[in-house]
């Protein structure tokens, strides 16, 4: 379905080159300094995750030589785990409840009574 413009173009001019050159210029100036100051953030976080992943790795060296200076853990070595992608669910251990427990009643509701000399909090 074609729709017929409210307005006659043929009887108006059109934009000036020079204007629709302006237009699109500052368009690409202005992404274009948004791409790079996006690009920059993204650059200064990704160096921050690394040094502290980088902190992370010497702290658990020396914890890990320190564990090793101790002779009674000589013989202990930590579980072995598996990635994310080959693990499989693993049942609660006994005696545990799948479900967590109910909430709190709300206040007013029967709750608790207060204990006196506690400013009302049971």
Known sequence: IMVEPAIDLKSHNPIP????LTIVNNFVIQTTQFLNTFSQVCEEKLMKVSR???RLEVSI?????KLDSIPELQGVTAPVTTTAATTTA???????????????????SGG???IAGTGGIP
């Open 61 to 65: 060296a020396l914890l890990e030589s």
């Open 112 to 114: 608790p009574a207060p």
């Open 17 to 20: 080159h020079a204007h629709t």
């Open 52 to 54: 502290d992943c980088q």
């Open 90 to 108: 693993v049942p609660p251990p006994p005696g545990s409840t799948s479900a967590p427990p109910p909430p709190p009643p709300p206040p007013g």
